[in-house]
């Protein structure tokens, strides 16, 4: 049966904890910070798996679980190394209008305590060595290994990005523009443990029928549905997610004496975009949380971009990858790179990725 797979790069948690330290990974080269994710609960119930690329970026209680796996572990002889470079020579072009202070992002995942950091110190990942930041060349990274894994692991696999990089709402179909403003789940927090988000009552939402086949209906083609279905569907869901939160969340507070869990949202609104429920950091006035779902190549035409949406209200307008995937298309007749609002994405093909095994 076809699954919804996430993937989770090197630039998507935005903090890391140096005083609640992770087991140490392959990839750590000195220490072990735990990574501190912005949307835990949507990732572990609306995705079948998650591939984090490697173990470094991955909250240390979720490093284990059934449903996780890592790109360098999945394809060790993986060339990294040609893809940071094109990552190198692209960075310049991107720009983030909206930018948050450690100190607000610090506050907006209410972690309180000190210790806490925005990137981590040297990893080995494959054939290179960097470091994990929520940073423009990250972000680049992320791009070039999702468009690979789309040749090389699923054509349908979708690249979860944090708040920072807000790609806007870039889809021109009205079923779906529909689905974002039906799924409205308020009230449903993070919590964050210093071990990381997982819980084992995670479990009993993954297992909820509902949300299975919701996982299943996402992936589906629905051209032709009514909306009085997307209503219903929607509808189903939140009613679920309702019915068992109170129990749900409870157990994250009880019998927890090895783990200080805390609320990482005050209020949440979840939305979707053709079906990933968000928890988006309370900050969301000045950014919204955002998701790439790839289809098979990294184009104005081909992909499908997908942008999650919050209070509109409170967003701050600016220059979205959406308007920028726009103007490329519109002015195809330019050079890559010549252009500074170029989408910093380069086309490869099926023959290239194939290079980037060693041993193929």
Not at 38 to 58: A, H, K, N, Q, W
Not at 132 to 149: K, R, T, W
Not at 192 to 221: A, Q
Request: hydrophobic share 35%; aromatic share 12%.
């Amino acid at each position: 049966m076809k699954k919804r797979t996430a993937y989770i790069g090197i630039s998507y948690p935005l903090l890391y904890d140096y005083r609640y330290q992770a087991d140490k990974s392959p990839n750590d080269l000195l220490d072990s910070p735990n990574p501190i994710i912005e949307s835990p609960l949507g990732l572990m119930i609306f995705y079948d798996e998650i591939l984090f690329l490697c173990r470094s970026v991955c909250p240390n209680n979720m490093r284990n679980l059934p449903y996780v796996r890592f790109v360098d572990e999945l394809f060790p002889d993986f060339c990294f190394k040609d893809l940071l470079e094109c990552a190198d020579e692209m960075r310049d072009i991107i720009f983030v209008d909206n930018d948050l202070s450690y100190e607000d992002i610090k506050s907006a995942l209410n972690v309180g305590w000190d210790g806490i950091d925005q990137h981590t110190h040297g990893l080995k990942i494959g054939d290179i060595r960097t470091a994990a930041s929520p940073n423009h060349n990250g972000f680049l990274l992320d791009l070039y290994v999702f468009q690979a894994l789309q040749e090389l692991y699923d054509q349908d696999i979708e690249l979860v990005t944090n708040s920072k990089y807000n790609l806007g709402a870039f889809n021109n179909n009205s079923v779906k523009a529909e689905f974002i403003e039906k799924i409205i789940i308020p009230g449903i927090p993070n919590y964050i443990g210093t071990s990381g988000p997982y819980h084992e009552c995670m479990e009993e939402l993954r297992e909820n029928k509902y949300l299975k086949d919701f996982r299943h209906w996402v992936i589906e083609n629905h051209n032709n549905i009514q909306k009085a279905e997307i209503t219903e569907m929607c509808d189903t869901v939140e009613k679920s997610i309702n019915e068992t939160k109170e129990t749900l969340f409870k157990k994250y507070l009880e019998n927890n004496s090895e783990y200080s869990f805390f609320k990482s949202t005050a209020t949440t609104l979840i939305k979707t975009t053709a079906g990933l429920l968000y928890s988006p950091i309370s900050v969301i006035d000045a950014f919204a949380g955002n998701i790439i779902a790839g289809k098979r190549a990294l184009s104005a035409k081909s992909v499908r971009w997908q942008g999650f949406v919050t209070d509109s209200r409170k967003i701050v307008a600016g220059t979205t990858w959406g308007q920028v995937l726009e103007t490329r298309d519109k002015s195809s007749e330019n050079t890559p790179g010549s252009d500074p609002i170029k989408i910093p994405v380069r086309m490869f093909h099926t023959d290239w990725f194939r290079r980037l095994l060693r041993n193929a």
